[in-house]
Every structure is written in structure tokens, then in C-alpha cells.
T-cell receptor, first 111, second 113 residues
Framework: QKEVEQNSGPLSVPEGAIASLNCTYS??????FFWYRQYSGKSPELIMS????GDKEDGRFTAQLNKASQYVSLLIRDSQPSDSATYLC???????????FGSGTRLLVRP | EPEVTQTPSHQVTQMGQEVILRCVPI?????FYWYRQILGQKVEFLVS????????KSEIFDDQFSVERPDGSNFTLKIRSTKLEDSAMYFC???????????FGPGTRLLVL
């Protein structure tokens, strides 16, 4: 069973729209959750971290965590062409140092 | 803003050769990591390092791999005898605490011929 699942996409949205990215996970011992953005050929760049149930907002980005349903999502408001990238969901487990990554969702923002 | 740096950005080597990938973590961070990403695949954890010893490693991190912090700033990954399947992007990351955000370096693209 995959530990972190994401729809590979591409998710295509028009400029100015809201992009909604989802991630589900299988291990209830998951403790911390992260969204990274990765441009082609580049390294993961942190967008947001979230540790407790509910919403967390940072500028145009909102992360949502629901531990009971084992999902975490990322909303991007007022999407821009520069947001076009692969968005990686990652988590860390109890008593573990490593991040476990999903395969990522490719987002395309059409001008 | 402090950042993780890595050298070289690209490395081409012959199968069976040894390579050393270098990283300078963020200066006040205590936890260091290596990940790799084979082209088109997900980012995979290799190893974490804290207090001058390995704290966790994956099944990928076999006897061909080793890590070292030779001085107060550098963190290295050595692959003793490279294989074709070691071709990947290798990312170094660091964090202040174990469960906190890991910040990634720009990566080293390793190509084994």
C-alpha cells in the first residue's frame, strides 16, 4: 500500500482560478505534513507545513489537514502561470527522521 | 536568507568509480539528510545524520554508500562503486530539529555511464 498518494495530473486551471491539490496517506502515525513545489530539474522548495487539524493560510496558499480522514490538501488562490510546477506532498512519521514523499501533482496554470 | 548548498551541480562518472557529493547545510541546523530522485520518480529518503552518526537509513543505503561530516560545515555522501542505477538527482537537506521543516539544496545530478 502506497504511503502517500497524489493524483499525478496534470491539473489545468486558468490564470486567476483556485487550484486544489489533494493528498492522502495511509499511516495514522504521520505527524507532520509538508507541501513542496518542484520545478522541472530543480529541488523541492517548501511552500507550507501543517501539524494540526484544520486550515493554515499563508498568502495565496491554504493547507488543510484532516487526520481522521487521512488527507491533506493545498489550495492556491489567484493562480499564476509561475505556479505551474509539480507539487509534492510529504509527511514525517512518529519516531522517524525521514520525509516520505508522494509522486506529486503537476499543475498547469493557463494564461 | 540561509540556504543549503551542494557541489558539484553535475557529475559524470564511469561505472565502478567512487564519487563524493558535497553539501553545506544551513549553519545552525543539527539534522542532515540525503535524498535521491531518479528521473521521473518520487523523491526517496536515503539517510539522516545527527550528532555525528547515522540516525536512520533506508534499504537503498547499502554498503556502497557512506556519509560523513568531515568538518563543522560540510556533509558528504560517498558512493564507493557506482552502478548505472545510481544515476539520479541527489538532494541534501537540513533541519533545525528532527520534526521540523527540511530545507533542500539545489541537488547534484549524477550520471553513471
Amino acid at each position: 500500500q502506497k504511503e502517500v498518494e497524489q493524483n499525478s495530473g496534470p491539473l489545468s486551471v486558468p490564470e486567476g482560478a483556485i487550484a486544489s491539490l489533494n493528498c492522502t496517506y495511509s499511516d495514522r502515525g504521520s505527524q507532520s505534513f509538508f507541501w513542496y513545489r518542484q520545478y522541472s530539474g530543480k529541488s523541492p522548495e517548501l511552500i507550507m507545513s501543517i501539524y494540526s487539524n484544520g486550515d493554515k493560510e499563508d498568502g495565496r496558499f491554504t493547507a488543510q489537514l484532516n487526520k481522521a480522514s487521512q488527507y491533506v490538501s493545498l489550495l492556491i488562490r489567484d493562480s499564476q502561470p509561475s505556479d505551474s510546477a509539480t507539487y509534492l506532498c510529504a509527511l514525517s512519521l512518529d519516531s522517524s527522521y525521514k520525509l516520505v514523499f508522494g509522486s506529486g501533482t503537476r499543475l498547469l496554470v493557463r494564461p | 536568507e540561509p540556504e543549503v548548498t551542494q557541489t558539484p551541480s553535475h557529475q559524470v562518472t564511469q561505472m565502478g568509480q567512487e564519487v563524493i557529493l558535497r553539501c553545506v547545510p544551513i549553519s545552525n541546523h543539527l539534522y542532515f539528510y540525503w535524498y535521491r530522485q531518479i528521473l521521473g520518480q518520487k523523491v526517496e529518503f536515503l539517510v539522516s545524520f545527527y550528532n555525528n552518526e547515522i540516525s536512520e537509513k533506508s534499504e537503498i543505503f547499502d554498503d556502497q554508500f557512506s556519509v560523513e561530516r568531515p568538518d563543522g560545515s560540510n556533509f558528504t555522501l560517498k558512493i564507493r562503486s557506482t552502478k548505472l542505477e545510481d544515476s539520479a538527482m541527489y538532494f541534501c537537506a537540513s533541519s533545525a530539529l528532527a520534526v521540523e521543516t527540511q530545507y533542500f539544496g539545489p541537488g547534484t545530478r549524477l550520471l553513471v555511464l
